[in-house]
């Protein structure tokens, strides 16, 4: 197969489908805080979490859900800064994402990824890191 990169360019490619594979899936799990709750431990990211206390109804007092899940809604997520954690996060992984996957897709392609691509695709990758 014909390739637009050198040898550094793939190794970077690779590399950067790394780090966004790694880096979404840190996103969507829920270990980013742990600690524990009326006795159980809890563990929560920006928009899951595991282990959560419920105000029963029937018994009239609080009973730890022990489950991992997701917030109902964006609303649910508990503070201001988590929301916002949760949407710069987000847009970071998928910047890093899309410039990953181009950059694989240059191993395969002639012609893809010229110098000027390569230099705008490593400052969106700079961006979604920052």
Do not use: N
């Amino acid at each position: 197969m014909a390739s637009s990169l050198t040898c550094t360019g793939v190794i970077w490619a690779l590399l950067s489908f790394l780090c966004a594979a790694t880096s979404c899936v840190g996103f969507f799990m829920p270990y980013w805080l742990w600690g524990s709750q009326l006795g159980k431990p809890v563990s929560f990211g920006t928009f899951r979490r595991c282990s959560y206390p419920v105000h029963d109804e029937t018994r009239q007092m609080m009973v730890m859900v022990e489950e991992c899940g997701r917030y109902a809604s964006f609303q649910g997520i508990p503070s201001t800064e988590w929301r916002i954690c949760t949407i710069v996060t987000g847009l970071g992984c998928g910047l890093l994402l899309l410039v990953a996957l181009t950059a694989l897709m240059g191993c395969c392609v002639t012609e893809l990824i010229s110098r000027t691509v390569g230099r705008v695709a490593g400052g969106i990758q700079f961006l979604g890191g920052k």
